[in-house]
T-cell receptor, first 113, second 112 residues
Framework: DADVTQTPRNRITKTGKRIMLECSQT?????MYWYRQDPGLGLRLIYY???????NKGEISDGYSVSRQAQAKFSLSLESAIPNQTALYFCATSEEGSTDTQYFGPGTRLTVL | GEDVEQSLFLSVREGDSSVINCTYT??????LYWYKQEPGAGLQLLTY?????DMKQDQRLTVLLNKKDKHLSLRIADTQTGDSAIYFC????????????FGTGTRLKVLA
């Protein structure tokens, strides 16, 4: 089974709708992240959380919110989706220390019409 | 600055070596990584190098780090069609920061 899972894998929605993307991990890591990927722009950090009570904005948090329901779960919400939020969204985890490696989920492709 | 730059595309013939290059500006990170993204999938760690190393070899992969020039490269020997993917260079958050820095990715196309 995958260590980092995301649901849904694909979603098409309309402008103004509220959308939630979910992420679960079995790696036991405290640190979790949400990124979006756009062609030619690489990965941009939306929010990150270093433990259940810690939520921090990344570089592009406007229009997004998150919830860290448990160590293993980190959800991303789009309060009122707009077309320029069409992108590929990735959840990632990491563990402090060791090699500081991030582990990514398979991604959610979101299309906002 | 915290930029990581990569060329966008690379095309090689099957069996040849591929070299993907990356330059970065912040030299205070401890680890530098190469991730591979196949179509429809997330990023998977290929390899990493500790910042006090010059080279790391792992089967067909060779990572070279030139700290003076802030240049990282990934060499794939005997490139196969299954190596076609996007390759991202990245480094872990510099001390006192939280953000991993990723390059824009290099799309490698392997021609049969």
């Amino acid at each position: 089974d995958a260590d980092v899972t995301q649901t849904p894998r694909n979603r098409i929605t309309k402008t103004g709708k509220r959308i939630m993307l979910e992420c679960s991990q079995t790696k036991g890591h405290d640190r979790m992240y949400w990124y979006r990927q756009d062609p030619g722009l690489g990965l941009r950090l939306i929010y990150y959380s270093f433990d259940v009570k810690d939520i921090n904005k990344g570089e592009i948090s406007d229009g997004y919110s998150v919830s860290r329901q448990a160590q293993a779960k980190f959800s991303l919400s789009l309060e009122s989706a707009i077309p320029n939020q069409t992108a590929l969204y990735f959840c990632a985890t990491s563990e402090e220390g060791s090699t500081d490696t991030q582990y990514f989920g398979p991604g959610t492709r979101l299309t906002v019409l | 600055g915290e930029d990581v730059e990569q060329s966008l595309f690379l095309s090689v013939r099957e069996g040849d070596s591929s070299v993907i290059n990356c330059t970065y500006t912040d030299s205070s990170s401890t680890y530098l990584y190469w991730y591979k993204q196949e179509p429809g999938a997330g990023l998977q760690l290929l390899t990493y190098i500790f910042s006090n190393m010059d080279m790391k070899q792992d089967q067909r992969l060779t990572v070279l780090l030139n700290k003076k020039d802030k240049h990282l490269s990934l060499r794939i020997a005997d490139t196969q069609t299954g190596d076609s993917a996007i390759y991202f260079c990245a480094h872990n958050p510099p001390s006192g920061t939280y953000k991993y820095i990723f390059g824009t990715g290099t799309r490698l196309k392997v021609l049969a």
